[in-house]
């Protein structure tokens, strides 16, 4: 189970992508906020990623952490992969 937390209008934080198993308390957040890039005038940012070979999974790797995702559908993968561009 999965799901995202969109940017705090106070306080700018965020979005936060916030992952466990289903009928368990959220283990994980991964912050998929910008950050500067230490070794480089620059920011690092989110990537999104659609597996090759699949219609239900995608990947999403930050500077991190890399995780697999399974959507229900295809459908909702796209929503998903959407959501996440647009709010990184």
Known sequence: MFYLEKID???GAGPYLKYGRVGKP???AIDLSPKPNESHET???THVIKEHGSRRKFKVITEEVSLSLKAETTEERESWITALVKET
């Open 26 to 28: 959220i283990t994980a």
């Open 43 to 45: 920011w690092n940012g």
């Open 9 to 11: 209008e106070i306080t």
